[in-house]
């Protein structure tokens, strides 16, 4: 690879990191309003942000290689575990409904000083224990439904990498309509002074007399 700030790893990761937590503050999922909202269906921010990375990523990695910038197959693809993906998509679901956050987003929150994203990091670093002590118990299981490895979907359907792209698009395009309908439906999205407020909001006192005192007229 002959990309600038190619170091193997060291110094492009940490600049696209920062990028990518500034997009991530930007968007306001430092807030887990942001997350609990798009399973209430009310503020569809993340689908909207997320599938619009996925494109442009997509279309990133397609174009770097057919300008000759990247080898073909030179990154990391990782094969289809059916049940794993299931069962992991099924307990991450219910984490970040509960929690608020994303790993990505808890660590921008904690830097945004939200005490909950660093519970919800301290809790995801216990997950992560948790799992690795017992993945030896559930290894033949994770790997039983493997699929072919390392496929992408253009090796997978047969079809060219434009045309997956463009049916991408066209589902993202069908998910953000549907999404703004639904926002509208039930009050979203969040503004951005609804998802500081908490942030943002002084406490407030309970009114004493002083408060409730009768001005003088004019």
Known sequence: ??????DNGL????????LFGYVLEGAGFGS???LTGQFFLKDWSVFKVMFTAVIVAAFGL??????GWIAPRSYFVPTLLLYGTIGGGLLIGVG????GYCPGTSAVGFASG???????MIGMVAGSALFAAMFDDIRAWALETAGPSGWTLPQLTGLPALVIIFVLTVIAFLGWKLGTALERRF???????QVLSEM????????????????PAE
Do not use: C
Request: proline share 9%; no cysteine; aromatic share 10%.
């Open 11 to 18: 110094l492009s990761g940490l600049l696209i990191g920062l």
């Open 32 to 34: 887990p309003r942001r």
């Open 62 to 67: 397609w174009l770097f290689e057919t300008l």
């Open 1 to 6: 690879m002959n990309l600038p700030l190619y």
């Open 96 to 99: 970040f409904m509960l929690g």
């Open 187 to 193: 009050g979203g999205p969040y503004t951005a002074e």
């Open 200 to 215: 943002t909001e002084p406490e407030r006192k309970p009114e004493t007399a002083v408060d409730q005192r009768i001005q």
């Open 114 to 120: 939200r005490m909950d994203a660093l519970v919800f």
